[in-house]
């Protein structure tokens, strides 16, 4: 009877919105607060590292390629971030880096792409949902220009926007454009609340930037498990805008490694 009653309690919090996002929000937050006071880089990964399993624990095969490529090229991507002075962590025992990011970034997407998806589920017969395409439409500007006014869009404002916009193309479908915009969004916040508290410092820090990156991250998760699954039928502007976004970001690594 415990043990049902246990199931159902996952059930509801993994698969109602307002109880998943609140769940995530507060983990996460809370998670960065406690690590900017403590500077505990080993109790901060246990925590991330239990919300990890956790997610595990309840994850199809998709849920796990989620958690594990995320979390490796997140860290990765963390390690050469920090080492060529895109940003900076607090702490960080290897490399620079906290060890609670491999976990972290892992379980970040993941929450993000659930977080979506059970949105859909719960609002989709909404006379309002599918006007939601709409509404990133028009919000779009508006983030562009805080990005640009008090961030750092305007030094790039050519790349970022055609990175940004070959990163949506990789999408078939105005809904999967939007739910990848949803995920996108959504772990941007995440990122954005890790600046505000001071647990990490980017150099240079623009939403697009950042959003274009997550949008290509969630493809590439989706991409591996069609295939895995033997599902992949490719297109050729997804192969396209893939190969270049590969060169691209490619490009910028070795662009900062090499001072250019």
């Given amino acids: 009877m415990l043990k049902d009653s246990l199931k159902r309690g996952k059930d509801v919090l ?3 919105a307002k109880d998943f996002f609140i769940f995530v929000v507060f983990t996460i937050i ?11 880089e080993f109790t901060a990964t246990i925590i991330i590292s239990l919300l990890w399993i956790f997610f595990w624990s309840e994850s199809d095969k998709k849920g796990k390629v989620f958690l594990t490529f995320a979390a490796v090229v997140g860290y990765v991507h963390e390690l050469i971030g920090v080492d060529v002075g895109y940003f900076t962590y607090l702490g960080g025992i290897f490399g620079g880096v906290p060890l609670w990011i491999l976990p972290g970034y892992g379980a970040i997407f993941w929450a993000s792409y659930n977080f979506g998806k059970v949105f859909e589920e719960a609002y989709e017969k909404k006379s309002w949902f599918p006007k939601l395409t709409y509404v990133f439409l028009i919000l779009t500007p508006f983030i562009m220009a805080a990005d640009w006014i008090y961030l750092d869009f305007s030094s790039h404002p050519i790349s970022i926007l055609l990175w ?5 193309a990789l999408f078939k479908s105005w809904d999967e454009i939007r739910l990848a915009y949803f995920v996108a969004l959504f772990t ?5 609340m890790g600046e505000i508290i001071g647990v990490w410092n980017h150099a240079s820090f623009s939403l697009f ?11 590439m998760c989706l991409t591996i498990t069609e295939v895995l699954e033997g599902k992949k039928k490719w297109r050729l502007i997804e192969v396209a ?3 270049i976004l590969l ?5 910028d690594v070795i662009a900062r490694f090499l001072h250019i």
């Fill in 209 to 219: 930037s950042l959003m274009s990156g997550y949008v290509f991250l969630l493809w």
């Fill in 247 to 251: 060169i691209m970001f490619g490009w």
């Fill in 241 to 243: 805008g893939a190969l």
């Fill in 30 to 40: 809370g998670t960065l607060i406690f690590y900017k006071q403590t500077q505990d």
């Fill in 14 to 16: 993994l698969h109602d």
């Fill in 164 to 168: 940004f916009a070959i990163s949506l």
């Fill in 188 to 192: 941007v916040f995440d990122e954005v």
